[in-house]
């Protein structure tokens, strides 16, 4: 086998010598079809023949075709940098649960607007499944879950039980087990407008906001979104609001068995595990517990409890990016403010609801034959984290450093470097304030992820202000540094956030409470260090490597908590260990670069499926995707992989799938929010990553080696060797 893979290795330079004499470009860009998570499930692959398409005749060399791929990406990137401000961002699309969501939340102020309300339901409608039932990501299977919210919110926008789509929704939910068997956060949504019993839900007593910081059970030792989301629901949790609805809005007909006979024990989260001693186990009968105590509370207690809680989600919802800049802790963050008696019309109400409204999309969907306006909700933006990764792909695609876009934008990063002690303090007290956050405005919640690619664009960039740049990186990578785990390697929010316990709790069935360290992070972070002059003599490294070599699957592979999935975490890590200067050779990389050629698909390209986090059968199997093609290509040449076979066929898909305009189109979810839970499309991982991946190659092929090499080089060289 290995005999016959060197021959394809040395036979790739003839084979992709010229481009194919079909490179798919696309017609005019408004007749494309919508990307959106809509009711065609299919999947289909694109031949280079589809009717609507035009072929290309050979446009010289290789190098030459990845030369026009390149600048027709970055002339549709130029086009769309922000006048003003010089960042770059794009739509951050979720699933339907966001959507239906917000449909309650408006019901829930009594702020019913019937446009918005009709585009959203027209969203619903078309993002609804043929078996019945809504998705979390696409191409996936219904799930339980988003299909409740999505039946409920249509029935509380004025949808009959009684129209064909919402009898295919229900039995479909029927078919899955019914409401009983949807998770928390939905419950507690039903829970809102009576639909399921409060005394369904885990119990979660404001009194916890008591316990010190440094608490094994404190507030501080769950992640950064999980405390976010969790505060202000203390609050609700306490007060226990109803909005009441007319009965032919209730969902009454979601239910396999009366609700009125339900014993709520038996259905998920209380039902007990098999084993009568077991952590979960431990955890449910506490929850007993728990709920006799709120039915009679210390009132003293309680009421500090409570002005506790409230103090904290005020002074968090400071700025203007919403609590937490995440929905639904926004959304969380209003049903708290009238249970504390604020008012809808109040300033802080108000403020609240339209940092929500900001994250609304008007787009078109498909119902039938026609395409209408619809309405859906993203769950925030992502300023700094697509300009960040942009800036490092247009580097290394060959821009100058001092080109004004790269200016303008590298001086909007700078701007967003936060000053503020945030909630990672209790958990790294000696890290000074200096991280980037993912959103416009998140000051108090920097992240590891961010920070580390903002500090690799900045390092690549010239400004003016050149001390003023070059003290903006060290304070970033001293916060960076600080926030490294004990284990070596770097969670996103907070360092050591690891209590695996806190997956027990009753109230975390999303499995999702923790911000424990990661690969693709600690992959990333490896990188950064290199990309600012460090090599592995620095202090964090052999922690960092010990780390990555324990968290290396059977396989060869990294999991990617962030991005899907496998092939995510170990492009991120192989990324880090070449840039730091890790030996390639090494059997564990070798490993890994196996698995990766192991993964490609006939068309040439990668792709992995959600499903990947629940069945490991999935793990590098899916579709073909720009992005994740890009993440393959890139992971295998970070290895020293670059004249193989499997590269050359890579880089052939991607100009493939590039279209007229320079753009790639992308429908699948590629990134993470909670693995198994939540996933992520971002809009422009199809964009930046295929075009980082096709400059990485044509530098490797022309010149041996890439720009971010030469970049390291340089740092490394005027570093004064006491630093390192």
């Not at 609001?241 to 989260?269: M, N, T, W």
């Not at 009132?299 to 989600?313: G, Y």
């Not at 192991?598 to 068309?603: G, V, W, Y």
Request: with cysteine; glycine share 8%.
């Amino acid at each position: 086998m290995n005999i016959i893979r060197t021959l394809l290795d040395r036979l790739s330079d003839s084979l992709f010598v010229t481009v194919p004499d079909k490179i798919r470009l696309a017609t005019d860009p408004s007749l494309l079809p919508s990307l959106r998570l809509v009711s065609d499930k299919s999947s289909p692959v694109v031949s280079p023949d589809v009717p609507g398409r035009r072929t290309a005749s050979p446009v010289g060399s290789q190098l030459d075709a990845i030369d026009d791929a390149v600048r027709r990406s970055q002339a549709w990137f130029l086009s769309r940098q922000h006048q003003s401000d010089g960042y770059w961002v794009a739509e951050l699309e979720a699933d339907t649960t966001l959507t239906s969501e917000y449909l309650m939340l408006r019901r829930f102020l009594d702020r019913v607007d019937p446009e918005r309300e009709r585009k959203a339901v027209r969203y619903l409608r078309a993002t609804q499944q043929p078996d019945g039932g809504w998705p979390i990501f696409y191409g996936g299977p219904s799930e339980i879950s988003a299909s409740v919210k999505a039946y409920f919110a249509l029935k509380l926008s004025g949808v009959s039980a009684e129209e064909p789509f919402m009898i295919r929704g229900r039995d479909r939910i029927l078919e899955m087990g019914g409401v009983v068997q949807a998770n928390v956060f939905t419950k507690i949504a039903l829970a809102l407008f009576d639909q399921y019993d409060w005394q369904g839900i885990p119990s979660m007593p404001p009194e916890i906001m008591l316990l010190p910081k440094r608490f094994y059970f404190s507030i501080y030792a769950i992640s950064y979104w999980s405390r976010a989301v969790l505060i202000p629901l203390l609050i609700v949790f306490a007060n226990q609001p109803v909005c009441h609805v007319p009965k032919e809005q209730g969902i009454d007909e979601l239910y396999l068995s009366p609700r009125a006979g339900l014993r709520y024990r038996q259905f998920p989260p209380f039902n007990k595990d098999q084993g009568w001693f077991t952590p979960h186990n431990v955890f449910v009968v506490l929850d007993a517990v728990l709920k006799l105590y709120d039915r009679m509370p210390l009132n003293w207690v309680r009421e500090k409890s409570l002005h506790r809680a409230a103090t904290w989600m005020l002074e968090h919802m400071k700025g203007t990016g919403g609590l937490g800049a995440i929905y639904p802790a926004m959304a969380n963050s209003i049903v708290a403010l009238r249970c504390l008696g604020y008012q809808v019309d109040d300033p802080l109400v108000q403020k609240a609801l339209r940092e929500i409204e900001d994250l609304e999309i008007y787009d078109s969907v498909a119902i039938g034959d026609q395409r209408v306006d619809a309405l859906h909700l993203q769950p925030c933006h992502s300023p700094i984290w697509d300009t960040s990764l942009l800036i490092n792909a247009l580097i290394e695609a060959g821009m100058a450093p001092d080109h004004p876009a790269l200016q303008r934008a590298g001086m909007y990063l700078m701007s967003r470097q936060t000053k503020t002690l945030g909630d990672w303090r209790f958990s790294s007290p000696q890290a000074e304030p200096g991280g980037w956050y993912f959103q416009h405005e998140n000051e108090l919640y920097p992240d590891v992820d961010d920070s580390a690619v903002v500090l690799m664009a900045l390092a690549k960039i010239r400004l003016p202000q050149a001390e003023a740049l070059q003290d903006s990186i060290e304070r970033g990578q001293r916060w960076v540094v600080a926030m490294q785990g004990s284990d070596g390697g770097w969670g996103a929010y907070d360092k050591d956030n690891n209590r695996i316990v806190f997956n027990y709790i009753p109230f975390a069935d999303h499995h999702a409470l923790l911000d424990p360290s990661t690969s693709d992070l600690t992959g990333r972070c490896l990188e950064m260090l290199a990309a600012i002059g460090y090599d592995r003599s620095h202090p964090a490294v052999a922690s960092a490597l010990k780390f990555l070599k324990r968290e290396q699957e059977l396989d060869g592979s990294w999991y990617g908590r962030w991005g899907v999935n496998y092939i995510y975490g170990t492009w991120s890590v192989l990324a880090g260990l070449r840039a730091i200067g890790e030996d390639l050779s090494q059997p564990y990389i070798r490993r890994a670069v196996e698995w990766l050629e192991s993964k490609q698909n006939p068309d040439g390209g990668w792709g992995e499926c959600c499903q990947s986090y629940g069945e490991c059968e999935w793990s590098g199997k899916g579709d073909s995707t720009p992005s994740q093609t890009a993440w393959a290509v890139m992971g295998l040449m970070s290895a020293g992989v670059t004249d193989s076979f499997s590269v050359a066929r890579g880089i052939q898909y991607l100009l493939r799938q590039q279209m007229k305009d320079g753009s790639w189109e992308e429908i699948r979810h590629t990134g993470t929010g909670f693995p198994r839970v939540f996933y992520l499309r971002y809009h422009w991982y199809c964009q930046y990553f295929p075009l980082w991946a096709l400059a990485m190659y044509r530098n490797l092929r022309a010149r041996g080696k890439m720009r971010a090499d030469e970049v390291r080089q340089s740092k490394l060289a005027s570093r004064p060797r006491a630093d390192a």
